[in-house]
């Protein structure tokens, strides 16, 4: 058996690509038996009626039979209520994860980059680098805005081929401004995709923005309002670029029972809406439950969850407490400098968030 052991050792070794062997998978930790607060997750169930509903229209799913390889009848239900223009075209994936993956691979090649502020979404750094592009992280300012002049320098002296804005930004929530985004929109050599993951939370609405960047890509994803569980992501653009695009997705990505439940939702789009409208006033209340207590600043967010800083080095702590109170929160003190002694909180609804806010006061109280 060793001597297998090293044989498989030796040829990793040999075929594996020096960059990815140094790497590790993302992580996702095991939140059985915990409070759920780590993945920015829509904690509500679906009613009983429509649940009832929904696993009739199941019993239409053929999974014996191959997915319709464009979902059209799910695109059909996503221009109308996401109020698609028809100048535009629209492209699904397997999250929005696969989405960026087909964007990145689109525009790599030998001296390829990808820009994004940082910190922001993972996958971007990440995915970079499994295509061995190179990545340029542009800081936020110790406040989490865009440093635009910074941002503009970069652009000019790296050209990247594609440079990604998630808006509002995960993991710290806000926006950054229209007049910024902009003027990076302007500079850009090459495409730009604005990652609106969160829209559902926020009133800045980007789609309208396509009628005046030809370089300018839309992101979107039912997870945030209550699908995470179907892995639907959504790119909304100019039919031109997305036939590219097209041509590197992989047959058959959205399988038949995610075509006939995003359908069946999205016809009854007004429940995850009331879902998602009361999620935002939870925000609202929880971050000023959490300001109160000692020693945690919060700040400000248009998504559905809050980043929150602890006092220097308290983080880990905190994380653990929690952890052992049942309470499963994002640790991101360690990811970036920028975010030294932070955690980020999914905002729930009130009972959860309450069964948060008394955690934390017992470990603030002990501490």
């Known amino acids: ?20 062997a140094s790497l590790a998978a993302y992580p996702v930790p095991d939140a059985k038996g915990l409070l759920k607060l780590d993945a920015m997750e829509n904690p509500y169930g679906w009613p009983d009626a429509l649940t009832a509903q929904w696993h009739e229209a199941l019993a239409d799913a053929r999974v014996n039979r191959y997915p319709h390889p464009e979902a059209p009848e799910v695109k059909v239900a996503l221009r109308a209520v996401m109020k698609i223009d028809p100048r535009w075209d629209v492209l699904l994936g397997n999250g929005s994860d696969e989405l960026i993956q087909l964007i990145a691979m689109l525009v790599s090649g030998p001296d390829r980059s990808l820009l994004a502020p940082e910190p922001s979404f993972v996958m971007y750094r990440m995915i970079a680098r499994f295509l061995g592009m190179d990545y340029i992280g542009v800081p936020l300012t110790a406040t989490f805005e865009l440093d635009l002049e910074l941002m503009l320098n970069r652009i000019e002296r790296e050209q990247p081929a594609v440079v990604f804005l998630a808006q509002p930004n995960n993991p710290t929530g806000n926006l950054w401004g229209d007049e910024k985004l902009r003027r990076i929109i302007e500079a850009a050599p090459g495409l730009v995709v604005m990652d609106e993951a969160y829209t559902a939370f926020t009133e800045a609405d ?72 009361e999620l935002t006033r939870q925000r609202s209340l929880l971050q000023q439950a959490l300001a109160k207590l000692p020693g945690l600043t919060v700040y400000d967010s248009q ?65």
């Open 1 to 20: 058996m060793t001597d297998v052991r090293d044989q498989v050792d030796a040829r990793i070794h040999r075929w594996v690509r020096p960059d990815i």
């Open 206 to 277: 980007y789609l309208e923005w396509l009628e005046d960047y030809p370089n300018l890509l839309i992101m979107r994803t039912l997870s945030k309002v209550g699908l995470a569980g179907l892995r639907l992501g959504i790119l909304i653009g100019d039919p031109a670029w997305l036939e590219q695009i097209n041509k590197l997705r992989l047959p058959y990505n959205i399988n038949n029972l995610t075509q006939l439940t995003a359908r069946f939702a999205l016809e009854h789009f007004e429940v995850f809406e009331q879902q998602t409208a």
């Open 303 to 367: 998504a559905n969850f809050l980043l929150v800083r602890t006092e220097p080095g308290h983080a880990p702590a905190l994380h653990e407490a929690l952890k052992d109170a049942g309470i499963l929160i994002k640790k991101l003190d360690g990811s970036h400098p920028l975010l030294a002694d932070c955690v980020r909180i999914t905002v729930s609804f009130e009972a959860e968030n309450q069964r948060l806010l008394e955690a934390l006061q017992q470990h603030l109280l002990n501490s």
